[in-house]
């Protein structure tokens, strides 16, 4: 297990050429982070998912986000940016969806449900490039609350969210609910350490 900081120079030695989806997807495998390690970092909140920034450079930034039981993320995209998933904590259910049609005019699309898996501690994964569009669900079974590190190449500031039901899409922003281990944003947050 390693410690977060050593997490993060080990990944920041990692030069822009070799930041590829192999070699950063082997990284994970190779340093599983110390949950002890992310209790600075680590802020729940009963009402929806919290995202965390714990480090950031114009190559990548890396966020905790921290799941209470049941909570679930909107269907999304990553703006054709790389993104890789580990599970420190707990475990998550990733379900991907095919794009069908897109009609940017109208801010129409068509979604179909494709491939499910479970990301847990001993399996990190990338985002499919070719199916990008997915939800990350911390489902009421698990009935353990999670926590999953994301690295995305480089840093964006917005998504585009699904809405199945309406055909539709929308570009929304992205907000931390922490950075480098303090509240930004006024929510009903618990700071927690998991051990």
Known sequence: MVHIEEFVRRLS?????????????????ANPVDIATLS???????????RNLIHKTPLFEL?????????????HNHRDQKCWMAIP???LMVHNFTLIQKD??????????????????????????EEPIH????????????????????????????DLKNKCYEDVPLVNTSEYG?????IQAEKVSLV
Do not use: M
């Open 89 to 91: 904590y707990g475990r």
């Open 13 to 29: 030695a990692i030069p822009e050429s070799k930041f590829t989806l192999e070699d950063v997807l082997a990284f994970l495998r």
């Open 135 to 162: 939800q990350v669900l911390n489902l009421p079974s698990y009935d353990c609350r999670a926590v999953s590190l994301h690295v995305y190449s480089k840093p964006f500031d917005t998504c585009e969210v699904y």
């Open 104 to 129: 940017v005019s109208k801010h129409f699309c068509d979604l179909k449900s494709s491939a499910q898996f479970e990301l847990n501690p001993v399996s990190p994964v990338e985002v499919d490039p």
């Open 63 to 75: 966020i905790a986000v921290c799941w209470d039981k049941g909570q679930k993320s909107v269907i």
């Open 182 to 186: 303090v509240l930004i944003i006024d």
């Open 40 to 50: 600075p970092y680590l802020y729940f909140s009963s009402e929806h998912y919290t």
